[in-house]
């Protein structure tokens, strides 16, 4: 079945530091790619997508690009702020028709130092 | 337009009792989902609904259902509650059911569900 493995966490940076959290996924055909980030006692939301190969989704300043070849939707940030800090989460859905679920990874959560 | 509402937002209850929780999508949301959060499991699918029918199911055992109204809204009940069942339950709307780049879901604060 379709999987997400996102590194461990936590990760400690100072403001201002780049970031990069690795994400790689399993799936048959092609399917879609998302961050969501969740804050403290709220929901999850969509921080970017990408829904094809080579795509490149972007928001905020974070970026991250569907990789085909090496299954993978790495998370960047050239420069964190302390309001980065949140859970991050890597998720897929399924490329067929039929199959409307998201698929997460595990999290991570980042913590910006000021 | 308003986000995706949940109620209630906390809940404690005892083993063995059963509990319903309810979701209001975004207006014109059509597609409902639910997912489990907890510490050790992660974000697991649940279920979706749309347009009153379930489209999809997750691995969870049958004391975990759920509908869905003429109105979109949905509610989730799980029976005979069990100390592993303590968790945040997300919902997560959309305007349509099935993968690929119309799969945006919205989600919910969540309630959080704790049995003793």
């Known amino acids: 079945g379709d999987s997400v493995t996102q590194m461990e966490g936590p990760v400690t940076l100072s403001e201002e530091a780049f970031l990069t959290i690795n994400c790689t996924y399993t799936?048959?055909?092609?399917?879609?790619l998302f961050w969501y980030v969740q804050y403290p006692g709220e929901g999850l939301q969509l921080l970017l997508k990408?829904?094809?190969?080579?795509d490149k989704g972007s928001n905020k300043g974070f970026e991250a690009t569907y990789r085909k070849e090496t299954t993978s939707f790495h998370l960047e940030k050239g420069s964190v702020q302390v309001s980065d800090s949140a859970v991050y989460f890597c998720a897929l859905s399924g490329s067929t028709g039929a199959n409307s679920k998201l698929t997460f990874g595990k999290g991570i959560t980042l913590s910006v130092r000021p | 337009k308003a986000g995706v509402t949940q109620t209630p937002r906390y809940l404690i209850k005892t083993r063995g009792q059963q509990v319903t929780l309810s979701c209001s999508p975004i207006s014109g949301h059509r597609s409902v989902s639910w997912y489990q959060q907890t510490p050790g499991q992660g974000l697991q699918f649940l279920f979706e609904?749309?347009?009153?029918?379930?489209?999809n199911k997750g691995n969870f055992p049958g004391r975990f259902s759920g509908r869905q109204f003429s109105n979109s809204r949905s509610e989730m009940n799980v029976s005979t509650l069990e100390l592993g069942d303590s968790a945040l339950y997300l919902c997560?709307?959309?305007?349509?059911?099935?993968?690929?780049?119309?799969?945006?879901?919205?989600f919910g604060p969540g309630t959080r569900l704790t049995v003793l």
């Open positions: 990408a829904t094809k190969a080579d």
């Open positions: 609904y749309f347009s009153e029918t379930q489209r």
């Open positions: 799936a048959t055909g092609y399917p879609s």
């Open positions: 997560a709307s959309s305007s349509t059911s099935g993968g690929g780049v119309y799969n945006e879901q919205f």
